[in-house]
């Protein structure tokens, strides 16, 4: 599936999260879209959140 297949799918599901869940719907499903492709990121090795969240060692 190509990235604007994958933006149009997701775009779709945002409007819909406005329309049935309202301003705390879509909020909740751009928050939720956030988190999967963070994840999704990770599984695939594009970004390194281990390296984020590990902070600066002081010797």
């Known amino acids: 599936m190509s990235v ?3 933006g149009l ?3 779709i599901l945002l409007a819909l999260a406005a329309i049935l ?12 879209g956030g988190v ?3 994840v999704a990121a ?6 390194d959140l281990a390296a ?3 902070g600066r060692r002081h010797v």
């Open 4 to 6: 604007s297949t994958t």
């Open 9 to 11: 799918f997701a775009g």
């Open 21 to 32: 869940g309202g301003f705390w719907g879509f909020v909740l499903a751009v928050v939720l």
């Open 36 to 38: 999967g492709w963070l």
């Open 42 to 47: 990770q599984i695939e090795g594009r970004i």
């Open 52 to 54: 984020a969240f590990r």
